[in-house]
C-alpha cells in the first residue's frame, strides 16, 4: 500500500516561499506519475500540480501556474513543490499523491489518473 509523508508546510505572510516534501513508500515510484492537491478550510479539494515519472513533463492548475514548481527526486522517491509569491488564498492542507491505474481521482487537465489515498498533509498558512 503506498504511503506518502507530507511535510514542510508553515505559517507565513503573503509574499513569501515555501517548499514541500513528499516521501513516498512505493517500489513503483520512479514509473509514476505524481500530484499534489490541497483543500482549504471548507472547500473540496483540488489538484494543483502533476509530474511525469521522467520528471519531463509537469501541469499545473490556473490557481497556482507561475508561483509554483513541481520536481522530484526518484533515487528518493520525493516529490517536492516549491511555492513562490504565496497568497493568503493558498492556505490550505496540502496533499501528494501517486498515479493510479484505476480511475480514482480524475484530473481533466493531465493524461494521468491519480490515487485518492491520502496522507495527513502539511498545513500551510498564509497571512496578508
Known amino acids: 500500500q503506498v504511503r506518502m509523508v507530507e511535510s514542510g508546510g508553515g505559517s507565513v505572510q503573503a509574499g513569501a516561499s515555501l517548499r514541500l516534501s513528499c516521501l513516498a513508500s512505493?517500489?513503483?515510484?520512479?514509473?509514476?506519475?505524481m500530484a499534489w492537491f490541497r483543500q482549504a478550510p471548507g472547500k473540496e479539494r483540488e489538484w494543483i500540480a502533476a509530474?511525469?515519472?521522467?520528471?519531463?513533463?509537469?501541469f499545473y492548475s490556473d490557481s497556482v501556474k507561475g508561483r509554483f514548481t513541481i520536481s522530484r527526486d526518484n533515487a528518493k522517491k520525493a516529490v517536492y513543490l516549491q511555492m513562490d509569491s504565496l497568497k493568503p488564498e493558498d492556505t490550505a492542507v496540502y496533499y501528494c499523491?501517486?498515479?493510479?491505474?484505476?480511475?480514482?481521482?480524475?484530473?481533466?487537465?493531465?493524461?494521468?489518473?491519480?490515487?485518492?489515498?491520502w496522507g495527513q498533509g502539511t498545513q500551510v498558512t498564509v497571512s496578508s
Open positions: 499523491t501517486a498515479e493510479s491505474h484505476e480511475a480514482k481521482v480524475v484530473v481533466p487537465d493531465t493524461p494521468w489518473f491519480f490515487d485518492d489515498s
Open positions: 512505493r517500489g513503483t515510484f520512479s514509473s509514476d506519475a
Open positions: 509530474i511525469s515519472y521522467s520528471g519531463g513533463h509537469t
